[in-house]
């Protein structure tokens, strides 16, 4: 019996069910991104409603749009202040969300199962109910058109503080108290013990933190008045609104160019999700 006959009697029905629901799921996920990218890749005019093209017709049409976008709006500042804001963020959430996970996670004190409980109801409050205090505070600070008044109130993460103390639990006291005898302060264990054990979560939070921000559209909005200070949720709000004129074809290419950063994100460290995923999964 040859190797080719053994491998096709072991494909069952469940398994040809699997593959093509994945597949049809991958097609339905992937069609609207290919059909944004074949209306910026075609010439200005063609029609993008009716019989709509499976394949792009116009590679200079499509750079010509981009390079428009860019020299002729604001589209390249708003660029930069996304992309700061961002990694801005990421660095403050990964921060103090590592330490306070370490704290929560590793050591006992006085009010630790309250402090974590208050935090963890916190998840359950919609963004919508504190965004006007959050306003007034920020405003009261004078920092309503500036980078720390679009980063700092996202810093503390309960999310982030709750997925990285599952990570820490799983850290062996006895590699804490190893780290003691060896004459280690609290601030080493945590840079060299906690966080190279949490690597996987770290950067599993960053990418989640990545997404979460550059798709951020109502704070933005909120605190950043100033055409200096949008972000590019804030023009890409601008574009799709009715009364931008712009054609479909301009509008799809700034659609496309907001959507370009967080799939390369995730494209680049995919594997390091799907890695912290696993090890969630087999913690405890």
Known sequence: MSRATIVFRRITVWTVLKWALALIVAAIAIFPIWWMINVVFALPGEPVSLNPRLWPSSLSAGIEKIRMIFMETEYLRAYGISVVYALLTIAGVLLIGSLAAFEFSLFDFPGRRLLFGIVMLSLMVPTAVTIIPTYLLTSRLGWLNTMQGLVVPGLASAFGLFMLVQFMRAIPKDM????????????????????????????????????????????????????????????????????????????????????????????????KIVEGIAMSGTKG
């Not at 972000?231 to 009715?242: A, D, I, R």
């Not at 009364?243 to 959507?259: G, I, K, P, R």
């Open 176 to 271: 804490i108290e190893a780290a003691r005898l060896d004459g280690a302060n609290h601030l080493q264990i945590y840079w060299h013990v906690a966080l190279p054990l949490c690597r996987n979560a770290l950067v599993t939070l960053a990418i989640l933190t990545f997404m979460q921000t550059w798709g951020n559209y109502m704070w933005p909005l909120v605190i950043s008045t100033r055409p200096e200070m949008y972000t590019v949720g804030q023009v890409v709000g601008l574009f799709n609104s009715p009364l931008s004129h712009h054609t479909v074809d301009t509008v799809m290419t700034a659609n496309l160019l907001a959507a370009v950063p967080p799939l390369l994100f995730f494209l680049i460290f995919q594997r």
